[in-house]
């Protein structure tokens, strides 16, 4: 008995320290038609400047009295930062026709222009909408492209309740960012 005991003792600490097995959510955009034709045939998009809490692999929502909260067992199953790039890559290109990539850009020639997105606030609001703020700017390293800095603010209802719908609801606020960067190009 005392044998049987003493096996099993590491097994439970084992399985205390194992990580959670927390439901884990895509970060995309939803798919959009085309609906500008851009003077750039590349575009480098950068990875998205976000704030603390966006950054997190938590997905937050907006609590009584305004704090955040994470979502319990609910993570991004990628880098909010490059998970967020790569749906404004996937956004552009199918927006624009342009090769749009996140960084480190994949070509020996260098992009037509570069995308540097860095957000405000990207939260689901208790009220039931999703938040998204901030500004974007276009450069041109070889100067072929008109460059800008514009802000976005950008809110979309949050359907349901809990991380799927707050994930959903992320997803509409990118393509719509997709779509407002694609004409401002």
């Known amino acids: 008995m005392i044998k049987a005991l003493s096996l099993m003792l590491p097994l439970t600490v084992l399985a205390a320290c194992a990580p959670a097995n927390d439901a ?9 038609k085309k609906i500008a034709n851009l003077r ?3 575009v480098e998009v950068r990875l998205v400047s976000l704030p603390s809490y966006a950054a997190a ?8 009295g305004g704090a955040l909260f994470a979502l319990s067992g609910a993570q ?21 026709g342009a090769s749009a990539a996140i960084e480190p850009w994949p070509l020996n020639t260098g992009p037509d222009a ?11 609001r208790a ?19 008109r460059e800008f800095v514009k802000r976005f603010d950008i ?12 994930a959903d609801a992320l997803a509409k606020a990118l393509a719509e960012l997709a779509r407002q960067i694609s004409l401002a190009m």
């Open 24 to 32: 884990r959510y895509l970060i995309s955009a939803v798919p959009g």
């Open 40 to 42: 750039s045939r590349t």
């Open 57 to 64: 692999s938590d997905i937050v929502a907006e609590g009584e």
């Open 76 to 96: 991004w199953a990628d880098d909010p930062a490059r998970g967020i790039a790569a749906a404004l890559a996937r956004g552009l290109t199918e927006r624009t």
């Open 114 to 124: 570069r995308l540097d997105v860095r957000v405000d606030q990207a939260y689901a």
């Open 127 to 145: 009220d039931g909408v999703f938040e998204l703020t901030g500004q974007f700017a276009v450069s041109s390293p070889e100067g072929t492209v």
């Open 155 to 166: 809110r979309t209802p949050v359907s349901g309740q809990g991380p799927s719908a707050t």
